[in-house]
T-cell receptor
Framework: KAGVTQTPRYLIKTRGQQVTLSCSPI?????VSWYQQTPGQGLQFLFE???????NKGNFPGRFSGRQFSNSRSEMNVSTLELGDSALYLC????????????FGPGTRLTVT | QKEVEQNSGPLSVPEGAIASLNCTYS??????FFWYRQYSGKSPELIMS????GDKEDGRFTAQLNKASQYVSLLIRDSQPSDSATYLC???????????FGKGTHLIIQP
């Protein structure tokens, strides 16, 4: 079974721009979660989507948003990029809410200049 | 505020020995506990999950959970150089929020 895929793998953006990242979960998985990983803060939860609905949201500003499509694929968007948004953005999929075992994709490395 | 604490290390263990990684968490209603391994430049890989008090074994890995002490640990037997990585402890509280991660313990297995 194919794993979680994320595109693009690397991005360089300028402050003030916006960016959209994409995630395709493991086949059959209906829950997609997004995380931000930085050296200083570690892995931090952004939001979770299940059946096209945002189920949970972490403590991030409204510039960070996401959505999920009927095929469970998910996108996250960051508007008005700031230098501090430079990070590895990780998507994780899980079958459903039950066991919460989450499987991570390779991540998108975003650099904001 | 939910917190997950891990010793950042590095923890250096000779090849063939047992590596012991520890994690404490602050939220008493935490229900699900996970260990992830992350190699440098890679994404986290799930290696163990544990939901009830006691031990859970999977190959060379044993996860131990003590909810009364709010403590979860990971033992790696017969440590190999390929086990050298950062090990992340993650906790989930019921249906709320995502996983809360510790900052990770950097493990070095010395040949």
């Amino acid at each position: 079974k194919a794993g979680v895929t994320q595109t693009p793998r690397y991005l360089i953006k300028t402050r003030g721009q916006q960016v959209t990242l994409s995630c395709s979960p493991i086949s059959g998985h209906r829950s997609v979660s997004w995380y931000q990983q930085t050296p200083g803060q570690g892995l931090q939860f952004l939001f979770e989507y299940f059946s096209e609905t945002q189920r949970n949201k972490g403590n991030f500003p409204g510039r960070f948003s996401g959505r999920q499509f009927s095929n469970s694929r998910s996108e996250m968007n960051v508007s008005t990029l700031e230098l501090g948004d430079s990070a590895l953005y990780l998507c994780a999929s899980s079958y459903t809410g039950g066991s919460y075992e989450q499987y991570f994709g390779p991540g998108t490395r975003l650099t904001v200049t | 505020q939910k917190e997950v604490e891990q010793n950042s290390g590095p923890l250096s263990v000779p090849e063939g020995a047992i590596a012991s990684l520890n994690c404490t968490y602050s939220d008493r209603v935490s229900q699900s506990f996970f260990w992830y391994r992350q190699y440098s430049g890679k994404s986290p890989e799930l290696i163990m999950s544990i939901y009830s008090n006691g031990d859970k074994e999977d190959g060379r890995f044993t996860a131990q959970l003590n909810k009364a002490s709010q403590y979860v640990s990971l033992l790696i037997r017969d440590s190999q150089p390929s086990d050298s990585a950062t090990y992340l402890c993650a906790v989930k509280v019921g249906g709320a929020d995502g996983l809360t991660f510790g900052k990770g313990t950097h493990l070095i297995i010395q040949p």
